[in-house]
């Protein structure tokens, strides 16, 4: 079993945000969580790349209980994770923000810093080599040089990509990658998230953009209130009638 969720319930307070919900996420698969409003989907995120400990459930990854493991740990694991809303150094260049996400698999220290030693030198060729690898990648290569705050909202969600990419990761979390985009930018972002799945990725994916979901996804599983009211293929979603009712207040997926 690759990621296995079990019983998996977050209480804030009074309120449970996510109540026993299992799931299992399918390795080199697009796995797309969807829901309305406060349905729970991004604690759900949270929980799972250990943001949040949840109150009762348990996660396994490859065999490993990971329930509870700090975020760091976790990201160690392969789990990388983009935001709803884009978490970026504006003031730095875009090539800069990438770098970032490579040296946080890299083993040198402080004092491999203070004294330059060559595994400081070895490593930071590295990270240039992986960041100009996911620049290209992502589409982003004639931007490295500008500064963050200077480029649109389409190429800022890139270039998190780019960064979460950098890490090498065995799973990415997307949290409303396509939020505040319009139309052809979304269908570049889910070709590029599509590129991303055929190198063997492992995707989870929160979106409200149905026609992006229905693209994407192999798996959806629905959430209502917390609550898993549907899973299955997007033909078997689009059809279902609890779905349609929760979801859609009745009108057809389009
Ligand atoms: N840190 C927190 N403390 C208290 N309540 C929280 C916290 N995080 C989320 N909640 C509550 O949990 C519920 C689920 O929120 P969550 O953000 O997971 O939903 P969502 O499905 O991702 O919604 P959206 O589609 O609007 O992003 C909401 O009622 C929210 O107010």
């Keep these: 079993m690759f990621l296995e969720i079990t ?3 977050k209480r804030f307070g009074g309120l449970t945000a996510v109540n026993h919900v299992d799931f299992s996420v399918e390795e080199n698969k697009v796995n797309a969580i969807i829901g309305p409003n406060g349905a729970g989907k991004s604690t759900f995120f949270n929980l799972i790349s250990g943001f949040h400990p949840p109150t009762e459930g348990q996660i396994f990854y490859r065999g490993l209980d990971i329930t509870g493991m700090p975020s760091h ?11 709803q809303t884009t978490h970026l150094f504006e003031q730095s260049t875009v090539f800069d923000n990438v770098m970032v996400g490579h040296r946080l698999r890299t083993k040198s220290t402080l004092v491999d810093a203070v004294f330059r030693t060559r595994r400081l030198k070895r490593e930071e060729e590295k990270c240039k080599e992986k960041a100009l690898e996911v620049l ?3 589409g ?9 705050a200077n480029i649109s909202q ?3 969600k890139r270039t998190a990509f780019a960064l979460a990419l950098a ?3 065995s799973v990415l979390f997307l949290d409303e990658p396509a939020a505040g985009i319009n139309p052809d930018e979304t269908e570049g972002l889910t070709d590029l998230i599509k590129r991303i799945s055929s190198t063997g990725i492992t995707i989870c994916l929160i979106e409200h953009k149905m026609q992006m979901i229905m693209k994407l996804a192999d798996k959806i599983m629905v959430l209502n209130h917390g609550e898993k009211i549907a899973e299955g293929t997007p033909e078997e979603i689009q059809n279902n009638e609890e779905v349609i009712r929760a979801y859609l207040g ?4 389009a």
Aim: hydrophobic share 40%; proline share 3%.
């Design 167 to 169: 890490t090498d990761p």
């Design 250 to 253: 009745g009108e057809a997926i």
């Design 154 to 156: 389409e190429e800022k």
């Design 136 to 138: 290209e990648f992502t």
């Design 7 to 9: 019983g998996l319930t």
């Design 73 to 83: 740990k976790i990201a160690d694991l392969g789990f990388a994770r983009t935001f």
């Design 140 to 148: 982003l290569s004639h931007l490295a040089d500008r500064i963050t």
